[in-house]
């Protein structure tokens, strides 16, 4: 049972517009939320985290939000630029330093 | 400062066939692990090493071997290789403390088994 789920295999916005994609969890032990970008035929790339203390987090164009309540959590970008095209991944963390990823969500911004 | 460099980059063996996928990292941190990454599975953790000298298994540890070598380098074994264990292999590197600190990956391995 997948215990970090992203519904959304992908995602299409135009350029300028917002971005949002979603994430589920259903391990109430998690307290630690990260989001990571892929190209590819490299690596993921830490992009924005946000501890369970917090309901949001900003960082330039991106901001996560965290409803605990829902176990969900979500990745707004604003706007959005071509370049954002990418895998996203949203983590899971309540141990030491290992993470639960979901199954990434595919953004393409389009012009 | 290379970061999290993986060797190799592409691989195919056939079945039954060994090989050790290596991985070093030069940012002196202290965790290291070994992911796969499967079309809508996500990256899966196959084996984690907290410290030097000691490895732990992941979520799907089985048909694999770890090795943390020292500080540096962690590697990951396939003793007998199998069609199911096709897929892009990731290492990551982080601090270890505290927990929250972000992990960072290696551009990967593409492993095709026969």
Same mark, same amino acid.
């Given at each position: 049972?997948? $215990? ?9 916005? $135009?350029? =300028?517009? #917002?971005? #949002?994609? !979603?994430?589920?969890?259903? !391990? ?19 992009? %924005?985290? #946000?501890?369970? %203390?917090?309901? *949001? !987090?900003?960082? =330039? ?6 409803? *605990?309540?829902?176990?969900h959590l979500s990745l707004h970008i604003v706007p959005s630029q071509p370049g954002d095209s990418a895998v996203y991944f949203?983590?899971?963390? =309540?141990?030491?330093? *290992?993470? #639960? ?11 | 400062?290379?970061?999290?460099? @993986?060797?190799?980059?592409? @691989?195919?063996?056939?079945?039954? @066939?060994?090989?050790?996928? @290596?991985?070093?990292? &030069? ?11 499967d079309p809508g599975m996500g990256l899966r953790l196959i084996y984690y090493s907290a410290s030097e000298g000691t490895t &732990? ?41 505290p927990k929250e600190e972000t992990q960072y990956f290696g551009p990967g391995t593409r492993l095709l088994v026969l």
């Amino acid at each position: 049972d997948q $215990q970090v789920k992203q519904n959304s295999p992908s995602l299409s916005v $135009q350029e =300028g517009r #917002i971005s #949002i994609l !979603n994430c589920d969890y259903t !391990n109430s032990m998690f307290d630690y939320f990260l989001w990571y970008k892929k190209y590819p035929a490299e690596g993921p790339t830490f992009l %924005i985290s #946000i501890s369970s %203390i917090k309901d *949001k !987090n900003e960082d =330039g164009r991106f901001t996560v939000f965290l409803n *605990k309540s829902a176990k969900h959590l979500s990745l707004h970008i604003v706007p959005s630029q071509p370049g954002d095209s990418a895998v996203y991944f949203c983590a899971a963390g =309540g141990g030491y330093n *290992k993470l #639960i990823f979901g199954a990434g969500t595919r953004l393409a911004v389009h012009p | 400062n290379a970061g999290v460099t @993986q060797t190799p980059k592409f @691989q195919v063996l056939k079945t039954g @066939q060994s090989m050790t996928l @290596q991985c070093a990292q &030069d940012m002196n941190h202290n965790s290291m692990y070994w992911y796969r990454q499967d079309p809508g599975m996500g990256l899966r953790l196959i084996y984690y090493s907290a410290s030097e000298g000691t490895t &732990d298994k992941g979520e799907v540890p089985n048909g694999y071997n770890v090795s943390r070598l020292n500080k540096r380098e962690f590697s990951l074994r396939l003793e007998s290789a199998a069609p199911s264990q096709t897929s892009v292999y990731f290492c990551a590197s982080s601090v270890g403390r505290p927990k929250e600190e972000t992990q960072y990956f290696g551009p990967g391995t593409r492993l095709l088994v026969l």
